[in-house]
């Protein structure tokens, strides 16, 4: 088998349709000779469905990321298909319409606590949930919005990417020690299933259209997956606690 994943196990989380981020990595991944394992939440059929028009149908597992038995379950779960991992994706994000869209000084601590629940703790419970089958090291990496800077219309999913990325940071910390990396890639606007979530979302296609010096095409998820999949390869034995922008450079440009 040859590739940059050549005999690799991969979790991957956060497929939904084929214009997913997730859906481009698994299949860059198998393409490269990763083994791939999908998780799927409420839509199961649809992940199943979506699954198949892999390179190879990937096994799809059910994970709620908030349900703790779900977690527990995971490595027994992923052990009826892999003997172990040796990359985890995390491409998991979600926020009541209460907290986007320009309602950040009226959304309530309820809604703000399941945004920051599923889109920021959830990476370290995804990566604890994985830890017993990573025994020999690895590499988790998770998927970003650019946080350093306040968005239009993102408002309370922009700070829980703020928190994403700071927990990939102690992530990085306290995994070392195991061998296990903790990086993010961090996208520019796509047109996924999620961005369609987001009212005014148009804004952002219009500043990257026009101001990316490499330019941006937003419904090519290509570029960001491949990032990734370097990411999870041993090409960066010695990177984590990282953010790779895949944005046509838009993150370094001032007014």
């Given at each position: 088998?040859?590739?940059?994943?050549?005999?690799?196990r991969l979790l991957v989380t956060?497929?939904?349709?084929?214009?997913?981020?997730?859906?481009?990595?698994?299949?860059?991944?198998?393409?490269?000779?990763?083994?791939?394992?999908?998780?799927?939440?409420?839509?199961?059929?649809?992940?199943?469905?979506?699954?198949?028009?892999?390179?190879?149908?990937?096994?799809?597992?059910?994970?709620?990321?908030?349900?703790?038995?779900?977690?527990?379950?995971?490595?027994?779960?992923?052990?009826?298909?892999?003997?172990?991992?040796?990359?985890?994706?995390?491409?998991?994000?979600?926020?009541?319409?209460?907290?986007?869209?320009?309602?950040?000084?009226?959304?309530?601590?309820?809604?703000?606590?399941?945004?920051?629940?599923?889109?920021?703790?959830?990476?370290?419970?995804?990566?604890?949930?994985?830890?017993?089958l990573m025994d020999a090291g690895?590499?988790?990496?998770?998927?970003?919005?650019?946080?350093?800077?306040?968005?239009?219309?993102?408002?309370?999913?922009?700070?829980?990417?703020?928190?994403?990325?700071?927990?990939?940071?102690?992530?990085?910390?306290?995994?070392?020690?195991?061998?296990?990396?903790?990086?993010?890639?961090?996208?520019?606007?796509?047109?996924?299933?999620?961005?369609?979530?987001?009212?005014?979302?148009?804004?952002?296609?219009?500043?990257?259209?026009?101001?990316?010096?490499?330019?941006?095409?937003?419904?090519?998820?290509?570029?960001?997956?491949?990032?990734?999949?370097?990411?999870?390869?041993?090409?960066?034995?010695?990177?984590?606690?990282?953010?790779?922008?895949?944005?046509?450079?838009?993150?370094?440009?001032?007014?």
């Open positions: 088998m040859s590739g940059l994943l050549a005999g690799k956060g497929v939904i349709t084929d214009a997913s981020i997730a859906f481009s990595v698994a299949k860059i991944a198998q393409e490269n000779g990763a083994t791939v394992v999908l998780t799927g939440f409420g839509r199961m059929s649809l992940v199943e469905r979506i699954a198949k028009r892999l390179p190879q149908e990937a096994p799809v597992i059910e994970l709620d990321v908030t349900d703790p038995s779900h977690l527990d379950s995971l490595p027994q779960r992923v052990r009826a298909h892999v003997d172990g991992l040796d990359g985890v994706v995390h491409s998991i994000a979600f926020g009541p319409q209460s907290v986007l869209g320009g309602e950040f000084l009226n959304a309530g601590w309820a809604d703000v606590a399941k945004a920051l629940e599923v889109s920021t703790y959830s990476y370290k419970s995804l990566a604890t949930a994985c830890l017993p690895g590499s988790i990496v998770g998927l970003t919005f650019d946080a350093t800077k306040a968005w239009p219309v993102y408002d309370w999913m922009g700070v829980a990417k703020a928190g994403l990325e700071s927990a990939s940071r102690y992530l990085a910390l306290h995994l070392g020690k195991q061998g296990i990396r903790s990086n993010l890639v961090s996208a520019g606007p796509l047109r996924t299933m999620a961005a369609k979530s987001i009212p005014g979302f148009e804004q952002f296609e219009d500043a990257w259209a026009q101001r990316a010096p490499l330019g941006w095409d937003l419904t090519d998820q290509g570029p960001a997956a491949r990032a990734v999949c370097a990411l999870l390869s041993d090409w960066f034995p010695a990177t984590t606690g990282e953010i790779v922008h895949v944005d046509g450079g838009y993150h370094a440009l001032g007014a």
